[in-house]
């Protein structure tokens, strides 16, 4: 599948959404919003190692494959190189280096590039990762800013460029109502990704 059509084509991709348990027939309604009414965050999610992380699908220009990279000498160790994309000079970040991800990476052809749309950037930066998975969309009670995210492996990820969690149901509607079976999302700061390099 080319990344590169994907958001071309999002209003057509089945995208996950955060359910709420049904209530009991004839149970008093509880005090809360409306699915409705509560705001939703579409992202771009990914994988780095062993952990799942996703940015605000707001910040991605477009997901790549790796090409051809040039190494440009004297560089620290978490910037590749550049790479010619459509004729535009992209910067590629191996965030890797900088978070502490362990284990080895796939192979070049299997990675993906995520480049961002920030046009106050001087050149175009791109991220190198894993593999890119889904574009999702949540209603921010799924969201987590206050939450502790020790018990994840990456603990460069959690300290350095985590803006919070997300909270993604792995099972049914009872999972997500009763906290079991979840898989933790790391939502990341792009900013905070970006000025580990400086």
């Not at 059509?5 to 027939?25: A, G, K, N, R, Y």
């Not at 593999?131 to 206050?146: F, G, H, N, Q, S």
């Amino acid at each position: 599948m080319s990344w590169r059509s994907m958001f071309e084509i999002e209003s057509h991709m089945e995208v996950q959404e955060s359910t709420e348990p049904t209530d009991e027939p004839g149970a008093p309604r509880a005090e809360e919003p409306a699915k409705e009414d509560l705001e939703t965050r579409q992202v771009v999610e990914f994988r780095l190692g062993e952990d799942y992380c996703a940015i605000d699908i707001g910040e991605v220009d477009s997901i790549v494959e790796i090409k051809k990279v040039t190494r440009i000498p004297r560089t620290p160790d978490s910037i590749d190189g550049v790479m010619d994309l459509r004729g535009e000079t992209t910067a590629i970040i191996d965030p890797r280096t900088f978070l502490g991800v362990e284990g080895e990476s796939p192979d070049a052809d299997e990675q993906n590039v995520l480049v961002l749309d920030r046009p106050d950037d001087k050149q175009k930066i791109g991220i190198r990762v894993d593999e890119v998975r889904e574009v999702a969309t949540y209603t921010e009670d799924r969201i987590d800013t206050d939450d502790d995210l020790s018990n994840l492996d990456t603990q460069g990820i959690s300290e350095r460029v985590s803006r919070g969690i997300i909270r993604k149901s792995n099972g049914g509607e009872d999972d997500a109502a009763d906290g079991d079976d979840l898989n933790l999302v790391v939502w990341v700061d792009i900013d905070a990704v970006i000025g580990q390099l400086k």
